[in-house]
């Protein structure tokens, strides 16, 4: 199993770029995928995620900004960051879920079996 992350880089504050996630090597569509961030000097936290069907979960610090959605097709996840705030700076991580068979959509990193090698986002006042 793959996951190769792109789309980070340097933006502004109140700047709206877009990460995407290719996953190879599994049935994409029975895995939860999840985004996930790491900020320096921080424990890496849960930012959203989204089942195979395309119910989603946000967590409160980004809920109303960032937007997931996937293309079980194309075997994407993306993340629609919008209205960034340099609180958001950090590398960010997606991952499928560690069975393929998730009833639930986890929030805690454990329950993520796979993960991409992450993308950093840099966000300036």
């Known amino acids: 199993v793959q996951l190769q992350a792109s789309g980070g880089g340097l933006v502004q504050a109140g700047g709206s770029p877009r990460l995407s996630c290719t996953a190879s090597g599994l049935t994409f569509s029975r895995y939860v995928m999840g985004w996930f961030r790491q900020a320096p000097g921080k424990e890496r936290e849960f930012v959203t995620a989204i089942s195979g069907s395309g119910s989603t979960y946000y967590a409160d610090s980004v809920k109303g900004r960032f937007i997931i959605s996937r293309d079980n097709a194309k075997n994407t996840v993306n993340l629609q960051m919008n209205s960034l705030k340099p609180e958001d700076t950090a590398v960010y991580y997606c991952?499928?879920?560690?069975?393929?068979?998730?009833?639930?959509?986890?929030?805690?990193?454990?329950?993520?079996?796979?993960w991409g090698q992450g993308t950093l986002v840099t966000v300036s006042s």
């Open positions: 991952a499928a879920d560690r069975s393929g068979s998730m009833r639930f959509l986890p929030v805690t990193s454990r329950e993520y079996g796979y």
